[in-house]
């Protein structure tokens, strides 16, 4: 068993500690954060189902306060685990890699870490086997995730040279106040850096594009206008095909109520995921057109919780648990029930 540590329960950590609950071949040690926040609450409130350990910082009296039970210091926890999933808030998780490296501890960051925290700039399906061995990878963003997945798709099935995106991003998480409130939509400096992050780690691509901030939280939007490897052009059935056979793509129609992406957090709770969470991208049928020889098409992303697949696959690369993206995203999707609405 791979033991695997989380540090900084917030949005991502908490649904990153599930994931590796559900994992069977990993076993979360714990995890570690600084202050008692109302997640680290709902977990005490939750029977603390996962150990938890205090950064350096933290006060303790603010959690006997609260009764909620501490095992020990982020070091301990440090001590105990193979590889720490490091998900406190962008620019945190360089200082953290100071302890990582002290303690041997192999180590992956999220999205809002600089590129040069980590060895490689992972992907489960686009670049798994350069993180093989890795001490420290760097997971895209949500975004760039779901983005590469789609990208990733059409170009293994038929080969892909160029792309173009527009992102329609949310500006706030559910819950988050320190935004603001807003009623105005923000313009980005093109090129948008998933567009650039997208050729880093797929750099056969050459990818633009532009993103629009909106006042909104329950996921992105982003259009993709892709282009064939050699000329050769993807229509909109091959793009339908290759798009509905990947586990971590769903594929909707307008017709059956998928009206935008309000519409895939409510079926997540109906479908009683928790916290409203889905793992997947969602892919708009309807949306799928051919533009001279480019296809473009649009995709939404759950900004919570895409990244949390890919992430798993980011401890078997950098445990070589497997040596190949094919059997590592397999077991993963796997343990995550990914793919299940298809049958
Ligand atoms: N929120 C999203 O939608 C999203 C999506 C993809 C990637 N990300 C990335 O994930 C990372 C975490 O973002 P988030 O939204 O989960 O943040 P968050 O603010 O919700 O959570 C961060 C947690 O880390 C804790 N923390 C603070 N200092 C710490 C320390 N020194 N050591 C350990 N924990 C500490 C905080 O108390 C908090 O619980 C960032 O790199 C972010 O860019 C976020």
New binding site residues.
């Given amino acids: 068993m791979v033991k695997v540590g989380v ?7 908490q649904r990153l500690a599930d994931g590796v609950a559900l994992q069977k071949d990993m076993e979360l040690v714990g995890i ?4 008692p ?1 109302l ?2 609450r709902a977990l005490r409130e939750k029977g603390m189902p996962y150990d938890l350990y205090l ?3 933290a006060d303790k009296a603010q959690f006997d306060a609260a009764g909620i039970p501490y095992k020990g210091s ?1 070091h301990d926890l440090i001590g105990k685990v193979d590889v720490m999933l490091d ?4 620019g ?2 360089a ?2 890699k100071e302890l990582y490296e002290k303690a041997g501890v192999k180590a992956i ?5 600089k590129n040069s925290v980590a060895d490689v700039f992972f992907h489960g399906y686009a670049n798994y086997e350069k993180g093989l061995g890795a001490n420290y990878l760097k ?1 895209t ?2 975004n760039t995730t779901g983005l590469i997945r789609s990208v990733d798709c059409l170009d293994r099935a038929y080969g892909v040279d160029r792309v173009a995106i527009t992102i329609i991003r949310r500006a706030a ?1 559910p819950g988050d106040y320190h935004r603001g409130l807003t009623n105005a939509l923000q313009m980005d400096k093109a090129p948008s850096h998933q567009a650039l992050d997208l050729m880093t780690i797929m750099p056969h691509v050459e990818a633009t594009g532009i993103l629009v901030h909106t006042p909104v939280t329950h996921g992105h939007i982003i259009t993709v206008v892709a282009h064939g490897k050699n000329g050769k052009k993807i229509t909109r059935d091959m793009a339908l095909e290759a798009f509905k056979t990947h586990d971590r793509i769903r594929v909707v129609r307008l017709a059956d109520g998928f009206l935008g992406n309000a519409s895939f957090f409510r079926y997540a709770r109906d479908l009683g995921n928790p916290r409203g969470d889905m793992y997947e991208i969602g892919l708009w049928e309807d949306s799928i057109v051919e533009s001279g020889d480019n296809i473009m098409y649009a995709i939404n992303i759950p ?2 919780s ?2 949390i697949p890919e992430t798993m696959d980011g401890i078997r690369a950098a445990m070589k648990m497997q040596s190949d993206s094919r059997s590592a995203t397999g077991e993963t999707n796997k343990y995550l029930g990914l793919g299940k609405w298809k049958k």
């Fill in positions: 540090a900084g329960y917030g949005v991502i950590g570690a954060d600084l202050a926040t997640s680290i950064v350096e910082g982020f998900s406190s808030p962008g945190v998780g200082k953290n960051f999220q999205g809002g870490e997971l963003s949500c998480d900004q919570e895409v990244t």
